[in-house]
């Protein structure tokens, strides 16, 4: 189970490693906290975009379509609003009914149901600054976390179904200063025009710490399929743009792969790990646990 703020966040973060887990027959479930009703049209080919929330939330559910079928994983909304990037000195106030204003366990109540009647092994989700100091990045985290804690906890979330207990809970991390560092010198070493150096240096000058990397994913092979994904949310992606400026035989020799951080485990793993299911493919194989009614992994 992958959850994420908004629709095309599961493309930018974590996605060759949901469609490449896919591929192999892992269920992999996509959680959409938000329908993206507030984020902007950031593709300058698009063209003038809905004027209305309910419009916006229409586009994003039809850009999720496409790319969940690029993935080739399921996909789920909790249904809340998305917050907005407030910007401004001092910061403006959330929208009322707002993710990132829910109280917590009105938040996560959702996502205990879903995780319940889901029943992954693994999930992933943001490390606790959110990843980017957006509002329902940080309040993702926050439901994901709870989530893992306290699904597999008969006495919280009363009429929520059954309890059960994810194994595993990993942090995204696809936008780390050593990747965009390495991608960098990479293309500077070839006279190519790098996409990170702005980038690089805003995270330095902010003295942005790295968290630690855990586990390494190898996905170069699924990075068409990523890019189909994102090029499925069409008022937030320009093909032109960000994302592909760097070429896919550069990327797939120097940095073929996805890096997250274990943050909890509740299986035996060693580190580091190449594989998200590491520990848990035993336990599932044999019936033990949380796993018993189960005869595949899922994520």
């Given amino acids: 189970m992958a959850v994420?703020?908004?629709?095309?966040?599961?493309?930018?973060?974590?996605?060759?490693?949901?469609?490449?887990?896919?591929?192999?027959?892992?269920?992999?479930?996509?959680?959409?906290?938000?329908?993206?009703?507030?984020?902007?049209?950031?593709?300058?080919?698009?063209?003038?975009?809905?004027?209305?929330?309910?419009?916006?939330?229409?586009?994003?559910?039809?850009?999720?379509?496409?790319?969940?079928?690029?993935?080739?994983?399921?996909?789920q909304w909790l249904g809340f609003v998305d917050s907005g990037l407030p910007e401004g000195d001092p910061l403006p106030p959330l929208p009322e009914g707002s993710f990132g204003l829910q109280p917590l366990d009105v938040a996560a109540r959702p996502l205990v149901e879903l995780v319940?009647?889901?029943r992954p092994h693994v999930m992933t989700t943001y490390d606790p600054s959110g990843g980017y100091p957006h509002p329902d990045h940080i309040m993702c985290h926050k439901v994901a976390f709870e989530a893992f804690r306290k699904a597999g906890d008969p006495s919280c979330y009363p009429g929520a179904g059954a309890p059960w207990e994810v194994f595993k809970l990993y942090y995204n991390h696809d936008f780390s200063l050593a990747r965009m560092r390495t991608v960098h010198e990479a293309m500077e070493g070839l006279g190519l025009v790098s996409p990170f150096g702005d980038w690089i240096e805003s995270r330095a000058a902010r003295e942005i710490p790295e968290r630690p990397v855990t586990t390494r994913i190898q996905v170069s092979a699924y990075f068409p399929q990523r890019d189909a994904a994102l090029v499925a949310h069409a008022s937030q992606?320009?093909?032109?743009?960000?994302?592909?400026?760097?070429?896919?035989?550069?990327?797939?020799?120097?940095?073929?792969?996805?890096?997250?951080?274990?943050?909890?485990?509740?299986?035996?793993?060693?580190?580091?790990?190449?594989?998200?299911?590491?520990?848990?493919?035993?336990?599932?194989?044999?019936?033990?646990?949380?796993?018993?009614?189960?005869?595949?992994?899922?994520?």
């Fill in 4 to 75: 994420h703020a908004h629709p095309d966040d599961e493309s930018s973060k974590g996605a060759a490693t949901t469609a490449r887990y896919a591929a192999e027959g892992v269920d992999v479930l996509v959680v959409s906290c938000t329908g993206g009703e507030r984020g902007d049209v950031l593709n300058p080919s698009f063209g003038p975009g809905p004027t209305t929330l309910e419009g916006m939330r229409e586009l994003r559910r039809s850009e999720m379509a496409r790319a969940r079928e690029a993935l080739g994983v399921r996909q």
């Fill in 116 to 118: 319940r009647e889901f």
């Fill in 237 to 299: 992606i320009d093909p032109e743009g960000f994302f592909f400026q760097v070429p896919r035989d550069l990327e797939a020799d120097v940095w073929p792969w996805e890096e997250y951080e274990l943050a909890e485990s509740r299986v035996p793993t060693t580190l580091p790990e190449d594989d998200l299911f590491a520990g848990v493919r035993d336990l599932v194989g044999t019936g033990e646990g949380a796993t018993a009614t189960t005869t595949g992994e899922r994520a």
